[in-house]
Nanobody, 125 residues
Framework: QVQLVESGGGLVQSGGSLTLSCAAS????????VGWYRQRPGNERREFVA?????????LYEDRVKGRFTIYKDNAKNTVYLGMNKMKPEDTAVYYC?????????????????WGQGTQVTVSS
């Protein structure tokens, strides 16, 4: 049984930092592409934030987080992280991680096979 468990969310002031974790079980993150998505208040759609390919050598970021967020893997811990710096109130959302067995970067949410339950991030102004 595959499980993705997000953690690390919370309340942070504008300009602050948080690091989210996506701990995987039932799969090995070194052979899966993993993405982070967010669902902001009032939006039904989950927005792409970042993705990392299976070998960790390639990443993609949504333009609004580029230069502020970093996605990376710790294969020994079977965990993918999203480091978030210089946070803004508009980063407030529920953040989800997702995984798919591919070597290529995946941006479209429906292409992911597994999803976590989400973690709330709130950035105060």
């Amino acid at each position: 049984q595959v499980q993705l468990v997000e953690s690390g969310g919370g309340l942070v002031q504008s300009g602050g930092s948080l690091t989210l974790s996506c701990a995987a079980s039932g799969i090995t993150v070194s052979t899966y592409g993993v993405g982070w998505y967010r669902q902001r208040p009032g939006n039904e759609r989950r927005e792409f934030v970042a993705t990392i390919v299976s070998d960790g050598r390639d990443t993609l970021y949504e333009d609004r987080v580029k230069g502020r967020f970093t996605i990376y893997k710790d294969n020994a811990k079977n965990t993918v992280y999203l480091g978030m710096n210089k946070m803004k109130p508009e980063d407030t959302a529920v953040y989800y991680c997702a995984a798919v067995a591919t070597t290529k970067p995946v941006v479209i949410a429906t292409n992911y096979d597994y999803w976590g339950q989400g973690t709330q991030v709130t950035v105060s102004s």
